[in-house]
């Protein structure tokens, strides 16, 4: 197997080295670099979608803005990600997120430590806290493999939704809740039923066999037997008491 | 949508995903819209997940997830459209046929619709009747070949 290539670049006047192709924001990062991101995860795809990690690059004499989550690094580049381009840019699109999600914790921390009080924009009444940044879409599909959830309509219209608002593919996992990054999608559990609130997706959950402790929904456990072909009684026992067993 | 007339599309496009567009745009030919029933199946034959054909389906304006008239009237409210008066044909014609754009007429004849620009500006105000693009148009003249649909039918064939 050959080895993979080495490149070297700069970031802010910093010579560092990764390999080549890989996305330049896991890069920077690595190195201790702060830039601010919403969309991005290190187990999903790149998908560009909040723009905040925006930095210039350098790239044979010319300079353009670009979202470093999902900007391949090469040879030779200069990246820079505090400029003053860069900052106002942010600011900007900092304001435009802090109207769509104005009660999000993390949007309202980093619009203060970028200088934000306020929006000028007019916050959107019924914001429900979501940026459309569809990273509950990519673990759906790219880590869980449930395929429940996916980007409906386009344009102001868009949203996150599953197919004909019937979320008979959703597991109840909360995945999507794990890694939401304004918390818009909220998980209830009520004596033995998960609730996905967005989703609208209720399910009931499996007692332990030891402790009689509801644990994970049944859907989700029949889902996962299924395809990973487990025997059918490899979930009896809830996590808790499985270790105890061993 | 029989099994045998979904059958017939599939193999069209040699049931292959990658077809997937062609293949709703079939459907969408053949029922005037795309039945969730139909999708589903489609979903289960070309191991495509059902959410990714609904996201297509909800994307493009030539889909309709709800089932649509036996005529499609699209009023064009591009700019050069409501320069020339595109918003009063079509408060005229939502008065008359009583439906919102976007909506079917509960005799299931009419279906109204709207659209951003159809590149023909120079035939401004423009209405478009099943396909057939008329341009100059009035409120008034556009009811009348509503009315007239036979005469305008026979016309596009």
Known sequence: MSEKELVRFQIDGLEVEAEKGQMLLPVALEYGFEIPHLCYHEAVSPYGACRLCLVEVTKGGRTRMTTSCNYPVDAGIEVATATENVLRARRMILEMLLARAPHSETILTMARSAGIEETRFPIIDDADGCILCGLCERVCREVVGANAITFVNRGDKREMAPPFWDPMACIACGACVYVCPTDCIKMEEQGDERTIVRWKRTLKMQPCKSCGKPFAPQFQLNWIVDRVQLPKDFFELCPVCRKQKK | MTGAQLEKILKKHDNQSSNILAILQDIQASENYLPRKTLEEVSQRLLVPLTQIYHLATFYRTFSLTP?????????????????????????????????????????EYTLETVNCLGSCALAPLVVIDGTYHGRMLGTTVLSMLKGEKKGASKKS
């Open chain 2, 68 to 108: 649509r008239g036996r005529h499609v009237v699209t009023v064009c409210t591009g700019t050069a459209c409501h320069v020339k008066g595109a918003a009063s044909i079509l408060n005229n014609l939502e008065r008359e046929l009583k439906v919102q754009p976007g909506e079917t007429t509960t005799n299931k």
